[in-house]
């Protein structure tokens, strides 16, 4: 029965149980094709009709099990509060991790009343982080505690190493998911060497969209076992999860300034590979090699980042990724003796 205003009160609360069942039907989704999605509407006793989208049965669950807000304005104002609310968590904890929040919501622009929250969490040392991340349902957050147990994320804090995932939901029937990784690890997103992160816990391999430098998507096969920052596939050289998230988050929470340091990484490696695969640095005249921009350089950036239906951007940041890229450009300009020269 889908969520209404005269039986929104009726639901019970929201348990890592919950949580747990909403990730496990997931899973079939995910890995089920369009000619099998009816059946697990079936299993779940969703009403979609003979030919839904994975969207329409995702939909169904969530709008059969979770309380749904009435707009996609008081959907975002929820996920701020729920941002708000994080970060105070882990400074009451006096946390040093770092949090960073992505996807539509760092755009500014939310997809609907279904959006949900993700999160890049970079570990330290520092002996509170796990006791506030065995806390979060301080913070309102349920979490599954069979799919991601805290237990788990102690070898990464400990290490450095490693890549861990958190799947919960807060009691607005929000999901919410971080990726945990070893600060060791987040501050080598931007190198080859070793060019991946492991994940602690295996996933399920499965196709996902990336991009290359010049703006080429593609849905490539996603390993199970690790996560690259940047790889081949058939001639073409595409960027990397981690590295495309973290430049385009948002930096909500970053006491020890690791966060931050990540970001810049991130970003002037990006920067040069986009300059580089779309051949940028040129000699103009008997002048050594500049970096030459046209016009709508950072346009073309971010659409390496977006399709066309997804670039949606509220003009405060677009206006603060722009300035980021053009930034970065005279951070590389200069390091290399460079300069930045913007071509009509």
Not at 97 to 118: E, H, K, Q
Not at 135 to 141: C, D, F, P, T
Not at 253 to 271: C, F, H, I, K, M
Not at 305 to 311: D, F, I, N, R, V
């Amino acid at each position: 029965m889908p969520m209404t205003a005269e039986n929104l009160n009726t639901k019970p609360a929201i348990t890592p149980a919950d949580v747990t069942g909403l990730y496990q039907f997931k899973q079939e989704l995910w890995l089920a094709n369009a000619a099998g999605y009816p059946s697990v509407a079936g299993k779940y006793s969703l009403d979609v009709g003979d030919t839904p989208s994975k969207k329409d049965v995702l939909r169904a669950y969530l709008e059969s099990r979770f309380p749904i807000s009435k707009s996609k304005l008081e959907h975002h104002e929820k996920l701020d509060m729920q941002v708000s609310k994080l970060v105070d968590h882990f400074a009451r904890y006096g946390s040093q991790l770092g949090l960073l929040v992505f996807g539509s919501y760092a755009r500014g622009v939310i997809n609907g009343v279904f959006s949900d929250l993700d999160f890049i969490i970079v570990g330290s040392e520092n002996v509170n982080d796990a006791e506030a991340l065995a806390n979060l349902s301080e913070a309102g957050i349920m979490v599954s505690e069979e799919l991601s147990p805290v237990s788990d994320l102690l070898p990464i804090f400990e290490s450095g190493r490693g890549l861990g995932r958190i799947y919960a939901m807060n009691s607005d029937g929000i999901e919410i998911e971080f990726h945990v990784l070893g600060k060791k690890d987040a501050l080598q997103v931007h190198s080859i060497t070793p060019g991946y992160i492991k994940r602690i816990r295996e996933v399920p391999p499965k196709l996902e969209k990336r991009s290359t430098y010049d703006g080429h998507f593609e849905y490539v096969p996603k390993p199970a076992d690790r996560v690259y920052h940047r790889f081949s596939e058939q001639g073409r050289v595409y960027r990397g999860f981690f590295p495309d998230v973290l430049t385009l988050g948002i930096n909500v929470y970053d006491p020890s300034g690791t966060l931050a340091e990540v970001q810049e990484l991130a970003w002037r490696e990006n920067v040069k590979y986009f300059l580089y695969q779309n051949k940028c640095f040129q000699k103009l005249g008997h002048r050594k090699v500049d970096i030459v921009l046209p016009e709508n350089a950072f346009d073309s950036f971010i659409q390496t980042y977006y399709t066309h239906e997804e670039l949606v951007l509220t003009p405060e940041r677009y206006k603060q990724l722009r300035d980021f890229f053009y930034t970065t450009v005279n951070l590389i300009a200069s390091r290399y003796g460079m300069q930045m020269i913007i071509s009509n």
